[in-house]
């Protein structure tokens, strides 16, 4: 049987040791870190979020004080504060309503929106990127719709043709674009982030 080359990884060693559903969450720190995201009190949608760990970190760095709400078809099972919810379902299908219940009349608005989303491969590299730009502008459309303005966007995308167009989108409602490849993402990984900081609000000009 061949051998995992991820089990002795240490970030996933980390993220065990410190209770964390799964090793991506330090790519978040770092994004966090570099661009003063996830502030005590914040209000936090989190697109796609099982199996939970950029929840529950979102959760820390935010407080008591702030609010996280995830979204996943999946169920989340890590245990989280009271502070933080998760809805089960489509992340694009979501109400306003339905995420006003959920924080309790808290949010919308919210100050940050992220998605760790990715699609299921096909091993085909351009079929692959192609699905991933496709969910990468779906969360920008939610973003647009839920943030407040001066809020911010962490997207997941595969490396490839479409992205400085998603960029370049991004670009369209935000003050500050950057693309990120956090030190915990995996060497053959194809995957980069893209955030979008200072929200103008409201849906861009044609």
């Known amino acids: 049987m061949a051998k995992n080359p991820y089990v002795g990884d240490r970030f996933t060693r980390k993220a065990k ?29 989190d697109l796609g979020c099982a199996p939970g760990s950029w929840t529950q970190f979102a ?16 169920g989340v099972t890590v245990p989280l504060p ?3 919810r998760v809805l089960r379902g489509d992340a ?12 309790e009349g808290r949010a919308p608005p919210f100050d940050g929106v992220m998605s760790d989303m990715a699609p299921r491969t096909t091993g085909v590299r351009s079929a692959d990127q192609a699905a ?11 973003a647009r719709r839920v943030l407040a303005p001066g809020g ?7 490396e490839g043709p479409d992205v400085r167009a998603l960029r370049e989108e991004v670009r369209r409602s935000f003050v ?17 982030f893209i955030v979008g900081t200072g929200f103008r609000g409201g849906e861009p000009p044609e």
Do not use: C, M, N
Not at 59 to 74: E, F, H, K
Not at 92 to 103: I, N
Not at 176 to 192: D, F, G, H, K, L
């Open 17 to 45: 040791e410190e209770g964390y559903a799964a090793r991506s969450v330090y790519k978040l720190e770092e994004i966090a870190g570099r661009y003063g995201l996830l502030r005590p009190g914040e209000r936090v949608l």
């Open 59 to 74: 959760s820390r760095r935010v407080g008591g004080s702030g609010l996280v709400v995830g979204i996943d078809l999946s």
């Open 82 to 84: 009271p502070h933080a």
């Open 92 to 103: 694009f299908d979501l109400e306003p309503e339905s995420l006003a219940e959920a924080a």
């Open 132 to 142: 991933s730009a496709g969910l990468a502008e779906r969360a920008l459309e939610v």
């Open 152 to 158: 911010w966007f962490v997207v997941k995308v595969f």
């Open 176 to 192: 500050s674009v950057a693309t990120a490849r956090p030190e915990a993402t995996r060497q053959r990984s194809i995957e980069v």
